[in-house]
């Protein structure tokens, strides 16, 4: 069974923009509510680049739902033709949660089910369906989720883009224009980014000229966590993968789900800072770095992320940094201990193991907050190895603590767009 209202790391993916909080900027309530941003967003700031490939347990654009279903979902009425004015047709087909489950099952190969669950085309949290597959080698979980994205938006083209190897271990990925217009990506990669577990994620996302979002996930396992491998690979190939999430009646689970009202428009100066260019922070990390360096690889996100991949004679190192505007809530509690130059800006730094599987890895971070009510913040980390999910290559980075706080202090990030 899939968890219940999970959210995205990115709005705060970041409970979205705390759309794992869920990839790296992840006691009386309000000191709680303040520090499970931070922590949130801190998060964000060192895996924000660990893009799972799916939208299964991300918030669906436009819906408000994802592919987590509550444990005791209700399974609703059967399929109904119904006026909606809120619907992006007069009267659209409505889908219940047995409506969905059973095409579904008449999508999938012959075998057994177990552990049914899903949500209607009118719950509040957008149309899923999850269930339990085994077509005798073994059970397996697959989950399919629905929501609408912008055509066209940096939305769809993070969504569409096949994640970085250097910084998320994948099998294959794959991205397509299909005839129609459509645009396909199937990907086949793991659960667990730095691998703690064997347990294989494999996905398919279609996204129509409509913008019509259609996601399917499925499992080597019962379970998306928790559950022991219970076969090599995911009951469905990269085909059926492939055939089940371009099924025509999926476009039209999408179009009977209502539109979510749009907040009035509001008068009031914009106060929130746009989101600072990934292009323009990779230029200037790479403009800031010592030159003795070799930049032998390179790449980030479309905002706020970036990295670079150097070497200077003694292996590759791995930098990477966040820079990201919003980020005064908190401060007192995220850079307490630190340091407060003369300037305002707090700074505090880090020598610490690595996060993810690679053996003897250590990852140095400064941490910088300048001072006024935009929150701009600016995280530098470097690694003793070009890959953090592949074992130490130095014994530490190729930059020095020194050289790591004279970067993320600089006077060129005030200049990022």
């Known amino acids: 069974m899939l968890e219940n209202d999970r959210q995205d790391p990115f709005e705060d993916r970041l409970g979205t923009a705390l759309r794992d909080a869920g990839d790296g900027f992840e006691a009386d309530r309000a000191a709680l509510v303040t520090a499970g941003r931070v922590r949130g967003r801190r998060a964000l700031l060192r895996r924000r680049a660990a893009v799972v490939g799916g939208v299964a347990g991300v918030a669906l654009a436009g819906v408000g739902g994802a592919l987590v279903l509550p444990a005791d979902e209700p399974v609703g009425p059967a399929r109904s033709t119904v006026a909606s004015g809120g619907s992006p047709t007069a009267a659209a087909t409505a889908f219940s949660g047995d409506d969905l489950l059973r095409e579904l099952k008449s999508l999938l190969p012959g075998g057994t089910y177990g552990e049914e669950s899903a949500r209607g085309s009118d719950h509040r949290l957008g149309p899923a369906a999850h269930l339990v597959y085994d077509d005798g080698a073994g059970a397996a979980a697959i989950g399919v989720g629905f929501g609408r994205v912008e055509p066209g938006s940096a939305q769809v083209r993070d969504l569409m883009a096949c994640p970085d190897h250097n910084v998320t271990p994948y099998d294959d990925c794959s991205s397509d224009r299909l005839p129609d217009g459509s645009l396909l990506k199937l990907y086949q990669g793991y659960e667990y980014p ?46 059926r993968l492939r055939a089940l999430v371009t099924a025509a009646v999926w476009r039209e689970v999408v179009d009977a789900v209502p539109e979510s009202p749009k907040p009035p428009r509001s008068s009031a100066p914009r106060t929130e800072r746009p989101e600072v260019s990934g292009k323009s922070v990779g230029d200037t990390l790479a403009a800031l770095l010592p030159k003795k360096l070799d930049v032998v690889a390179h790449g980030g996100q479309e905002s706020e992320y970036a990295y670079v991949v150097v070497d200077d004679g003694r292996g590759r190192s791995l930098v990477q940094i966040n820079v990201q505007y919003g980020m005064a809530d908190g401060a007192g509690q995220v850079y307490a201990g630190g340091e407060i130059l003369p300037d305002g800006t707090r700074l505090v730094t880090r020598q610490e193991p690595g996060e993810k599987a690679g053996s003897g890895v250590v990852m140095w971070t400064v941490d910088t907050l300048r001072p006024g009510a935009a929150g701009f913040r600016v995280v530098i980390s470097a690694f003793n190895t070009g890959d953090q999910n592949k074992d130490a290559t130095r014994v530490a980075p190729a930059l020095t603590m020194e050289q790591l706080r004279k970067i993320a202090l600089s006077k060129e990030w005030d200049e990022v767009r």
């Open 194 to 239: 730095d691998l703690r577990v064997d347990t294989k994620l494999w996905t398919a996302d279609l996204v129509t000229t409509e913008g019509q979002h259609v996601s399917v996930s499925e499992w080597n396992s019962p379970a998306e966590k928790g559950a022991p491998v219970s076969r090599e690979e995911p009951p469905l190939s990269t085909e």
